[in-house]
Protein backbone atom coordinates (compact mmCIF):
# COMPACT_ATOMS: atom_id res chain seq x y z
CA UNK A 1 0.00 0.00 0.00
CA UNK A 2 1.42 2.96 -1.10
CA UNK A 3 2.12 6.04 2.00
CA UNK A 4 -0.74 8.24 2.44
CA UNK A 5 0.66 11.95 3.25
CA UNK A 6 -2.94 12.02 4.80
CA UNK A 7 -2.98 10.71 8.61
CA UNK A 8 -6.07 9.23 10.19
CA UNK A 9 -7.11 12.48 12.73
CA UNK A 10 -5.91 14.92 10.30
CA UNK A 11 -8.10 17.35 9.03
CA UNK A 12 -8.15 18.11 5.60
CA UNK A 13 -9.95 20.46 2.86
CA UNK A 14 -11.65 19.08 0.21
CA UNK A 15 -12.96 21.82 -1.90
CA UNK A 16 -16.39 21.17 -2.71
CA UNK A 17 -17.26 20.16 0.56
CA UNK A 18 -14.63 22.07 3.16
CA UNK A 19 -13.02 20.51 6.08
CA UNK A 20 -12.98 17.21 6.99
CA UNK A 21 -11.22 14.56 8.95
CA UNK A 22 -9.31 11.61 7.44
CA UNK A 23 -10.90 8.60 9.15
CA UNK A 24 -8.05 6.28 7.94
CA UNK A 25 -6.76 4.41 4.33
CA UNK A 26 -8.90 1.75 3.41
CA UNK A 27 -8.28 -0.88 0.62
CA UNK A 28 -11.40 -1.65 -1.68
CA UNK A 29 -11.79 -3.95 -4.78
CA UNK A 30 -13.25 -2.20 -7.24
CA UNK A 31 -14.45 -3.29 -10.54
CA UNK A 32 -11.49 -5.97 -10.60
CA UNK A 33 -9.45 -2.85 -9.71
CA UNK A 34 -7.63 -2.58 -5.72
CA UNK A 35 -7.78 0.97 -4.67
CA UNK A 36 -6.38 2.53 -1.41
CA UNK A 37 -8.57 5.04 -0.81
CA UNK A 38 -9.00 7.85 2.11
CA UNK A 39 -11.52 8.08 4.09
CA UNK A 40 -12.83 11.74 5.16
CA UNK A 41 -15.74 12.36 7.06
CA UNK A 42 -17.42 15.59 7.03
CA UNK A 43 -19.73 16.17 10.72
CA UNK A 44 -20.93 19.50 9.39
CA UNK A 45 -22.75 17.28 6.26
CA UNK A 46 -23.32 13.84 7.91
CA UNK A 47 -21.38 12.41 4.77
CA UNK A 48 -18.33 10.44 4.11
CA UNK A 49 -15.78 10.50 1.22
CA UNK A 50 -13.57 7.91 -0.20
CA UNK A 51 -10.66 9.59 -2.38
CA UNK A 52 -8.30 7.64 -4.35
CA UNK A 53 -4.60 7.87 -2.59
CA UNK A 54 -3.47 8.21 -6.74
CA UNK A 55 -6.58 11.04 -6.95
CA UNK A 56 -6.05 13.06 -4.05
CA UNK A 57 -4.13 15.81 -5.02
CA UNK A 58 -5.81 15.93 -8.30
CA UNK A 59 -9.00 16.06 -6.76
CA UNK A 60 -7.53 19.17 -4.86
CA UNK A 61 -7.22 17.60 -1.46
CA UNK A 62 -5.02 19.30 0.32
CA UNK A 63 -4.34 19.50 4.31
CA UNK A 64 -5.42 22.11 6.64
CA UNK A 65 -4.02 25.74 5.96
CA UNK A 66 -1.41 26.50 8.13
CA UNK A 67 -1.69 29.61 10.39
CA UNK A 68 0.16 32.03 8.30
CA UNK A 69 -2.14 30.85 4.93
CA UNK A 70 -4.93 31.74 7.24
CA UNK A 71 -3.66 35.23 8.44
CA UNK A 72 -3.14 35.82 4.32
CA UNK A 73 -7.57 35.14 3.80
CA UNK A 74 -7.84 37.12 6.80
CA UNK A 75 -5.95 39.96 5.62
CA UNK A 76 -8.09 39.48 1.82
CA UNK A 77 -11.26 39.74 4.68
CA UNK A 78 -10.14 42.87 5.89
CA UNK A 79 -9.53 44.38 2.67
CA UNK A 80 -11.82 46.39 0.21
CA UNK A 81 -14.77 44.96 -1.51
CA UNK A 82 -14.20 44.30 -5.36
CA UNK A 83 -17.92 44.02 -6.65
CA UNK A 84 -17.56 44.43 -10.63
CA UNK A 85 -20.29 45.87 -12.24
CA UNK A 86 -20.88 42.31 -14.23
CA UNK A 87 -24.56 40.55 -14.42
CA UNK A 88 -25.39 38.82 -11.23
CA UNK A 89 -25.51 35.55 -12.65
CA UNK A 90 -22.20 36.09 -14.44
CA UNK A 91 -20.72 37.17 -10.88
CA UNK A 92 -22.67 33.95 -8.95
CA UNK A 93 -21.07 31.72 -10.97
CA UNK A 94 -17.57 33.47 -10.04
CA UNK A 95 -18.33 33.53 -6.29
CA UNK A 96 -19.27 30.14 -6.92
CA UNK A 97 -16.16 28.63 -8.56
CA UNK A 98 -14.42 30.78 -5.25
CA UNK A 99 -16.19 28.70 -2.63
CA UNK A 100 -15.78 25.81 -4.51
CA UNK A 101 -11.88 25.77 -5.28
CA UNK A 102 -11.14 25.39 -1.48
CA UNK A 103 -8.63 28.21 -1.21
CA UNK A 104 -9.52 30.64 1.95
CA UNK A 105 -8.23 33.41 0.28
CA UNK A 106 -10.65 32.92 -2.46
CA UNK A 107 -13.34 32.05 -0.10
CA UNK A 108 -12.02 35.34 2.05
CA UNK A 109 -12.84 37.53 -1.43
CA UNK A 110 -16.24 35.95 -1.79
CA UNK A 111 -17.39 36.87 2.09
CA UNK A 112 -15.84 40.24 1.71
CA UNK A 113 -17.60 41.15 -1.50
CA UNK A 114 -20.85 39.86 -0.36
CA UNK A 115 -20.90 41.30 3.20
CA UNK A 116 -23.64 43.74 4.28
CA UNK A 117 -23.30 46.33 6.71
CA UNK A 118 -26.28 47.42 8.24
CA UNK A 119 -26.04 50.39 6.56
CA UNK A 120 -26.09 49.25 2.94
CA UNK A 121 -28.76 48.16 0.83
CA UNK A 122 -30.32 44.65 1.72
CA UNK A 123 -29.19 41.61 -0.25
CA UNK A 124 -30.55 39.30 -2.94
CA UNK A 125 -31.66 35.98 -1.48
CA UNK A 126 -29.21 34.11 -3.77
CA UNK A 127 -26.52 36.70 -2.51
CA UNK A 128 -27.35 36.02 1.10
CA UNK A 129 -26.88 32.48 0.34
CA UNK A 130 -23.72 32.70 -1.98
CA UNK A 131 -22.50 34.83 1.49
CA UNK A 132 -23.54 32.22 4.02
CA UNK A 133 -21.86 29.13 2.41
CA UNK A 134 -18.57 31.46 1.71
CA UNK A 135 -18.92 32.66 5.54
CA UNK A 136 -19.57 28.80 7.20
CA UNK A 137 -16.40 27.09 4.78
CA UNK A 138 -13.97 30.14 5.54
CA UNK A 139 -15.19 29.92 9.13
CA UNK A 140 -14.88 25.81 9.59
CA UNK A 141 -11.50 25.74 8.59
CA UNK A 142 -10.45 29.25 10.47
CA UNK A 143 -11.63 27.25 13.92
CA UNK A 144 -9.72 23.83 12.59
CA UNK A 145 -6.33 26.19 12.36
CA UNK A 146 -7.62 28.17 15.51
CA UNK A 147 -8.94 25.12 17.62
CA UNK A 148 -12.12 26.87 18.62
CA UNK A 149 -15.99 26.19 17.73
CA UNK A 150 -17.41 26.73 13.79
CA UNK A 151 -19.82 29.70 15.61
CA UNK A 152 -17.15 31.70 17.71
CA UNK A 153 -14.87 31.67 14.16
CA UNK A 154 -18.08 32.74 12.43
CA UNK A 155 -18.57 35.35 14.68
CA UNK A 156 -15.05 36.36 15.22
CA UNK A 157 -15.32 36.67 11.40
CA UNK A 158 -18.28 38.79 10.93
CA UNK A 159 -16.44 41.12 13.72
CA UNK A 160 -13.69 41.94 11.39
CA UNK A 161 -15.88 42.66 8.39
CA UNK A 162 -18.05 45.35 10.78
CA UNK A 163 -14.86 46.91 11.95
CA UNK A 164 -13.08 47.24 8.36
CA UNK A 165 -16.39 48.08 7.10
CA UNK A 166 -16.95 50.98 9.72
Not at 22 to 36: S, Y
Not at 69 to 86: C, D, F, P, Y
Not at 91 to 98: H, V
Amino acid sequence: MAKAKYKSGDHVVYPTHGVGKVQGVETKEIAGATLDLIVIEFDKDRMILRVPVAKADESGLRKLSSPDQMKTALKTLKGKSRVRRTMWSRRAQEYEAKINSGDPVAIAEVVRDLFRNTNQPDQSYSERQLYQAALDRLAREFAAVEEIEEEEAATKLEEMLQKAAA
